[in-house]
T-cell receptor, first 110, second 115 residues
Framework: QKEVEQNSGPLSVPEGAIASLNCTYS??????FFWYRQYSGKSPELIMF????GDKEDGRFTAQLNKASQYVSLLIRDSQPSDSATYLC??????????FGAGTRLTVKP | GAVVSQHPSRVICKSGTSVKIECRSL??????MFWYRQFPKQSLMLMAT?????????EQGVEKDKFLINHASLTLSTLTVTSAHPEDSSFYIC???????????FGEGSRLTVL
């Protein structure tokens, strides 16, 4: 079992819709969870992080964490074509390293 | 936000040669830096954790004699790919964690092509 799992997609949504990205992790002791966005040929950039169960909102982005289910998600409201990218879920391990999922490729169609 | 600079951004080399990639934290001190490798359409795979003033910790399956990591100062870590082969062609990305917030910042990445 992979440490961090994501649906590779591609996920396609129309402009203005809500995009929902999901991630599960295997280490029940994980405490810190991150969502990164990566454009083709570029390094990842941090979108949000979440530490506590529940929802965390930042602009058009909402991260959701359910530690009991070992599940973290990212919702993007009012999706824009510029949101088209690969979204990486990351979990901070006990050694403070960061383990990444394979990423979900999102396409927002105008 | 914090800035991590990586150099070179692109490098092409011949098989059998060595290539050095630098990772610098420009406005903060990073006691720990991480090196990742990413193949096309795949996720970032952690190669090693680089600690200032000590030996790097390599992930299982990563050859430490092939991928030499040096973290000589609080702002600089280097990755040297020795005796490069075409299968080493990849996107190498470093990251550094701030000691204040613990947030991880990524360098711009270095695309290595071995002919």
């Amino acid at each position: 079992q992979k440490e961090v799992e994501q649906n590779s997609g591609p996920l396609s949504v129309p402009e203005g819709a809500i995009a929902s990205l999901n991630c599960t992790y295997s280490d029940r002791g994980s405490q810190s969870f991150f969502w990164y966005r990566q454009y083709s040929g570029k390094s990842p950039e941090l979108i949000m992080f979440i530490y506590s169960n529940g929802d965390k909102e930042d602009g058009r982005f909402t991260a959701q964490l359910n530690k009991a289910s070992q599940y973290v998600s990212l919702l993007i409201r009012d999706s824009q074509p510029s949101d088209s990218a690969t979204y990486l879920c990351a979990v901070r391990g006990n050694n403070n390293d960061m383990r990444f999922g394979a990423g979900t490729r999102l396409t927002v169609k105008p | 936000g914090a800035v991590v600079s990586q150099h070179p951004s692109r490098v092409i080399c011949k098989s059998g040669t060595s290539v050095k990639i630098e990772c610098r934290s420009l406005d903060f001190q990073a006691t720990t830096m991480f090196w990742y490798r990413q193949f096309p359409k795949q996720s970032l795979m952690l190669m090693a954790t680089s600690n200032e003033g000590s030996k790097a910790t390599y992930e299982q399956g990563v050859e430490k004699d092939k991928f030499l990591i040096n973290h000589a100062s609080l702002t600089l870590s280097t990755l040297t790919v020795t005796s490069a082969h075409p299968e080493d062609s990849s996107f190498y990305i470093c990251s550094a964690r701030t000691s204040v917030s613990g947030e991880l910042f990524f360098g711009e990445g270095s695309r290595l092509t071995v002919l």
